[in-house]
Each structure stands twice: as structure tokens, then as C-alpha cells.
């Protein structure tokens, strides 16, 4: 089934550095969301982009998806260590915009 | 503005009980989703419910069932509980039509219920 992946894995950075995270798929999509998790807690939505959409920015976050190679990236400026979380990609592929398909996510360290 | 609420938030039963989670979507949202995190399989989809009807199902057994009332409160339950049925359960609403404060298409989580079976 349709689902994204996520790379890398893990991530560790210094407080002040960018962090990158990217998301693979395989079929197309209605959308694409990000969110954040910490530790095993409830998700906050970061930020949606629509297929037909090729950059969005929300404050430190800036994310860019290219439909032609079926990959996305989460770019985090000037990372915090309250950055530090679990964060996923999910995809909704039309039909319901309430069914998400997520990847396993990336977590990301942010040492102080 | 009240978020999603789940309850209990922590939950321990025994194999072969049976166990309902509550979920109270943001006012005014008809959408209400319920997805099951574990480590193994991270998140996946259980079921929507859109003014009282399920919409979309995922790949779960029928031992997985919910339902939502007309005050858009949801309700999921467990029957025959299995060791792998220990998870995080999450609930997400979505306003379920456009316009309003809240984005139709994205979905806001609730803070989950940690389910143990022993």
C-alpha cells in the first residue's frame, strides 16, 4: 500500500544547525502533510502541501515537494533542542482527505 | 480553543478482554479518525467516521470496530484483546467541510490512549 518513506532514520545536530528530513512515495498523491511527535505523545500537523504545489514555508520550517521524482523534504532552520521529536510524513491519495498513510518517521536530536 | 480529547489515557487489560477508547473531536469538526501506533508497524489507519458513518476502513481484523455519535463524539473498541493489540491509540478530527477556522484537510490529533494487554 501506499506509504512514505522516510530518510534518514535519525538525525543528531547541534542547536543552531539546519536539520533535513526527506520522504519518498511511490504512487501519486492529493497531498502531502508533515507532523511532529514527541515522545510517543499525540501528533501536531506542521504543515500541509498540495500536489500542485512546489514550496511552503511556515516560520523555521520550509518544505518542497517535486511529484515528478514522488520525494519530499523538511528542512528545520536554526533547530532548538525543544526541536528535538519524531517527525512523519503522511500521504493522503485522494479519494477520503481523511485517510493518512504514514511513514515511519525520522528522529531528530537536537544536543543543546 | 479546546483540542481532541482522549480517554482513559492509560489503559492495562488482560488477553481475551474487551476495551472502548473515547475520543471527543475539536467542536464543531464531523470527521473524527482513529489510527493504532506501535513500533513495529508504526501508524496505521483504523477507521473514519463522518457524521455518524464510517467513510474509510484500513486493514484491521473485525475485532476493531467503533462508532460515532451525533454529537460527533467517537468511540472505538477492542473485543478478544491480543498481546499485540498493546499500543498507542490515536484519535484525529477534521472539520469535515470547508471554510471555518480550521483547515478541511488537515487532521488534529488527539494526546492518544497507551493501551497494555498482559
Known amino acids: 500500500s501506499q506509504q512514505g518513506e522516510e530518510d534518514p532514520q535519525a538525525l543528531s545536530i547541534q542547536e543552531g544547525e539546519n536539520a533535513t528530513m526527506n520522504c519518498s512515495y511511490k504512487?501519486?498523491?492529493?497531498?502531502l502533510q508533515w507532523y511532529r511527535q514527541n515522545s510517543g505523545r499525540g501528533l501536531v500537523h506542521l504543515i500541509l502541501?498540495?500536489?500542485?504545489?512546489r514550496e511552503k514555508h511556515s516560520g523555521r520550517l520550509r518544505v518542497t515537494l517535486d511529484t515528478s521524482k514522488k520525494s519530499s523534504s523538511l528542512l528545520i532552520t536554526a533547530s532548538r533542542a525543544a526541536d528535538t521529536a519524531s517527525y512523519f510524513c503522511?500521504?493522503?491519495?485522494?479519494?477520503?482527505?481523511?485517510?493518512?498513510?504514514f511513514g515511519k518517521g525520522t528522529l531528530l536530536t537536537v544536543n543543546p | 480553543k479546546a483540542g481532541v480529547t482522549q480517554t482513559p489515557r492509560y489503559l492495562i487489560k488482560t488477553r481475551g478482554q474487551q476495551v472502548t477508547l473515547s475520543c471527543s473531536p475539536i467542536?464543531?469538526?464531523?470527521?473524527v479518525s482513529w489510527y493504532q501506533q506501535t513500533p513495529g508497524q508504526g501508524l496505521q489507519f483504523l477507521f473514519e467516521?463522518?457524521?455518524?458513518?464510517?467513510?474509510n476502513k484500513g486493514n484491521f481484523p473485525g475485532r476493531f470496530s467503533g462508532r460515532q455519535f451525533s454529537n460527533s463524539r467517537s468511540e472505538m473498541n477492542v473485543s478478544t484483546l491480543e498481546l499485540g493489540d498493546s499500543a498507542l491509540y490515536l484519535c484525529?478530527?477534521?472539520?469535515?467541510?470547508?471554510?471555518?477556522?480550521?483547515?478541511?484537510?488537515?487532521?488534529?490529533f488527539g494526546p492518544g490512549t497507551r493501551l497494555l494487554v498482559l
Open positions: 484525529a478530527s477534521s472539520p469535515g467541510l470547508a471554510g471555518g477556522p480550521y483547515d478541511q484537510e488537515t487532521q488534529y
Open positions: 504512487t501519486s498523491i492529493n497531498n
Open positions: 502541501i498540495r500536489s500542485n504545489e
Open positions: 503522511a500521504l493522503n491519495s485522494g479519494g477520503s482527505n481523511y485517510k493518512l498513510t
Open positions: 467542536s464543531g469538526h464531523r470527521s
Open positions: 467516521y463522518f457524521s455518524e458513518t464510517q467513510r
